[in-house]
């Protein structure tokens, strides 16, 4: 198994350019999740999915979007990119029954807005 | 709210030393807690975990964390670090069937050889 994979590994955007951040996982688990990390700030959760069809806002879901088509495939899109959203973003998914998952993680993508 | 804290953010080792990262969590019920480690330039990675049962959790690496209830503590040991060890540690914690986990802020281990 790969595992959670993303690409990019890195991007520069220019600010009010848009791009999407893709992630997909082989393991079929039902439950994704997309995180940023900002220095000294810990993981942000932005957005996350239960199974396909079914997404819902994290803490920090502002200017971005996502859709989950497929159990495998979690994209996360920026429409309008902006400096503050400069962050290293991981996603993640996880299987278990509810209250008895464990999140594995992607190798993450570099984003740079300027 | 609920709130995950990490009282140490950057620790500072020599080869051979012990290691406890502190965790502590705000929330009264049932909690799954977790300990991840990120290697520089590396995604995150699961070091241990506790759901239920012995409160004392192995995990990879040497390391260990004692779920102790009544302090609201999930800390992370190790008794000897190696240079290798160097990293960023997150404590996570899920509260109940909550499905979301809440992070703490990571803490810096940066060990000399």
């Known amino acids: 198994n790969a595992g959670v994979t993303q690409t990019p590994k890195f991007r520069i955007l220019k600010i009010g350019q848009s791009m999407t951040l893709q992630c997909t996982q082989d393991?079929?688990?039902?439950?994704m999740y997309w995180y940023r990390q900002d220095p000294g700030m810990g993981l942000k959760l932005i957005y996350y999915s239960v199974g396909a069809g079914i997404t819902d806002k994290g803490e920090v879901p502002n200017g971005y979007n996502v859709s989950r088509s497929t159990t495998e495939d979690f994209p996360l899109r920026l429409e309008l990119a902006a400096p503050s959203q400069t962050s290293v973003y991981f996603c993640?998914?996880?299987?278990?029954?509810?209250?008895?998952?464990?999140?594995?993680f992607g190798p993450g993508t570099r984003l740079l807005v300027l | 709210a609920q709130s995950v804290s990490q009282h140490n953010h950057h620790v500072i080792l020599s080869e051979a030393a012990s290691l406890e990262l502190g965790c502590n969590y705000s929330?009264?019920?049932?909690?799954?807690l977790f300990w991840y480690v990120q290697y520089p330039g590396q995604h995150l990675q699961l070091l241990l975990k506790?759901?239920?049962?012995d409160p004392l959790v192995k995990g990879i690496k040497g390391f260990e964390a004692e779920f102790i209830k009544s302090k609201f503590s999930f800390n992370l040991r190790k008794p000897s670090v190696q240079w290798s060890d160097t990293a960023e540690y997150f404590c996570?914690?899920?509260?109940?069937?909550?499905?979301?986990?809440?992070w703490g802020l990571g803490t810096s281990l940066a060990v000399n050889p």
């Open positions: 993640a998914s996880s299987y278990g029954d509810r209250g008895k998952e464990t999140q594995y």
């Open positions: 996570a914690v899920r509260a109940g069937n909550n499905r979301k986990l809440i």
């Open positions: 506790y759901f239920s049962g």
């Open positions: 393991m079929n688990h039902n439950y």
């Open positions: 929330y009264g019920g049932t909690v799954n």
